[in-house]
């Protein structure tokens, strides 16, 4: 597509429960990266694709977080047995040469945990 | 990690005005994003800007990488330039900072 597309746009869980949100980066892009955003503050890395590897997962803030990318395309962020501190948008941005292009963000998935 | 800070943390401006925003970097990096955040929550790139001065209609960018900061100028600033400010250093990854927030009254 023309854009990073990430869904769904918003997403309402009860706490204990498990979400898994998407990311499909725009075509062609080989590198992917996963970003959390809190409430008034800057985009936190979270986790690194290069194809279908993964090369940095050193932000993911617990292991209940999960992160793949299987065919080296699509993208999913699994979060198990969330808890309320996991409320926040998560961003997903793609780009061609990682280092030397710019990243293009989707517009987010903002995750409600009650 | 880098750190990377904004100022202003905020900034109300009259339409027409213009505007500075500095960010400033404790290391070296290999390049540098702005990104404006609307009211949306939608993160959109302004500039890619390792070194040197770009612009771009009313915006233009400037980063002094052996001094280690980067401004962001708003000339004659228009209500849809309200959000919020963030610049980005590059290393593969994206250190973000805490961001200015802009408003824009008519």
């Known amino acids: 597509g023309a854009g990073v597309s990430q869904s769904p746009r918003y997403k309402v869980a009860k706490r204990g429960q498990d979400v898994a949100l998407r990311c499909d980066p725009i075509?062609?892009?080989?590198?992917l990266f996963w970003y959390q955003q809190a409430l008034g503050q800057g985009p936190e890395f979270l986790t690194y694709?290069?194809?279908?590897?993964?090369?940095?997962k050193s932000g993911l803030p617990s292991d209940r977080f999960f992160a793949e990318r299987p065919e080296g395309s699509v993208s999913t962020l699994k979060i198990q047995r969330t808890q309320q501190e996991d409320s926040a948008v998560y961003l997903c941005?793609?780009?061609?040469?990682?280092?030397?292009?710019?990243?293009?963000f989707g517009d987010g998935t903002r995750l409600s945990i009650l | 990690g880098i750190q990377v800070e904004q100022s202003p943390p905020d900034l109300i401006l009259q339409e027409g005005a213009n505007s500075t925003l500095r960010c400033n970097f404790s290391?070296?990096?290999?390049?540098l994003q702005w990104f404006h955040q609307n009211p949306w929550g939608q993160l959109i790139n302004l500039f890619y800007?390792?070194?040197g001065t770009k612009q771009n209609g009313r915006l233009s960018a400037t980063t002094v990488a052996t001094e280690r900061y980067s401004l962001l100028y708003i000339s004659s600033s228009q209500t849809t330039d309200s959000g919020v400010y963030f610049c980005?250093?590059?290393?593969?990854?994206?250190?973000f900072g805490a961001g200015t927030t802009v408003t824009v009254r008519a």
């Open positions: 075509s062609g892009h080989v590198s």
């Open positions: 694709f290069q194809n279908e590897a993964q090369l940095d």
């Open positions: 941005a793609s780009t061609l040469l990682v280092g030397d292009q710019p990243q293009h």
């Open positions: 980005a250093v590059v290393d593969y990854k994206l250190s």
């Open positions: 800007i390792p070194s």
């Open positions: 290391d070296s990096v290999n390049n």
